[in-house]
């Protein structure tokens, strides 16, 4: 990870964002990336949540034993196996559980199975990190943000900045660990990587807050965002109007 670019987005993250709050990022490694591993769940635990201490400045580690969650363990890679039924337990139901009704019927859930890709995981461990605790060391395969609308829609309009294709953004159906890790994974190995809007999955919802969602980034293509940040409507008179909006939700919420 180039430091210089990283001091830089923090400037001007605070310049035209104001104190919203920073990405945080993951790869894949051997390693543990000088992280603390994450607690071992005694039971389910979803994934958004664990990642409220990395929001806040811990860098932690996951692997197959330290997700308490089925989802996420093939969502990032883990696993191709699904839980006994799943296509009820994401559709109707059976006799033997309550269904997530997020599917209209068993048979769409399995067709939609079909076309999952399973991620090329390249280590055991995936390592997170919060944009300002990365070091030189660190490769970040793509960038997290968790935000209220103005700003996601600021990171919207840069994503689109550069491009003819007036599609830069995808919003793929999927638990809230697929919108900022799978997915985004995925983009990454694309020679036109997407970003990723995601955390609509309703069983992610309750782990942030009820103005924000995600915007998930490859690397590669967040570092050209960050250098077209000081060329770009951030400089107009339109965001300075919006980022005092912002602003003044900041204090408000810190109040």
Not at 178 to 186: G, N
Request: net charge neutral; with cysteine; aromatic share 12%.
């Amino acid at each position: 990870m180039d430091t210089t670019l990283k001091q830089k987005f923090i400037e001007l993250w605070e310049k035209y964002f104001g104190d919203a709050e920073l990405p945080i990022t993951f790869y894949y490694s051997e390693g543990t990336g000088d992280t603390k591993p994450a607690e071992k769940p005694t039971g389910w635990k979803c994934l958004i949540g664990a990642l409220a201490a990395v929001r806040k400045g811990s860098s932690l580690h996951f692997n197959a034993g330290t997700l308490g969650c089925g989802g996420a363990l093939r969502y990032l890679g883990y696993t191709t196996k699904m839980r006994p039924d799943f296509e009820y337990f994401l559709s109707c139901g059976n006799e033997k559980m309550e269904g997530e009704r997020y599917k209209r019927t068993p048979g769409i859930v399995l067709e939609m199975m079909k076309n999952q890709q399973q991620l090329p995981v390249n280590g055991k461990n995936i390592v997170f990190k919060r944009w300002d605790k990365l070091t030189e060391d660190d490769q970040p395969e793509a960038v997290i943000i968790f935000a209220r609308p103005d700003v996601i829609s600021g990171l919207f309009t840069l994503a689109n900045f550069d491009q003819v294709d007036n599609e830069q953004v995808i919003a793929p159906f999927g638990a809230g660990c697929s919108s900022i890790v799978h997915y985004p994974y995925l983009e990454s190995l694309s020679d036109k990587p997407k970003a990723v809007i995601g955390m609509f999955d309703p069983s992610a919802r309750p782990y942030v807050r009820a103005d924000e969602i995600s915007f998930a980034v490859p690397f590669s293509k967040f570092e050209k965002m960050i250098g077209y940040m000081e060329e770009s409507f951030l400089i107009t008179e339109t965001w300075t109007t919006l980022k005092k909006r912002m602003d003044k939700a900041s204090v408000k919420n810190d109040q």
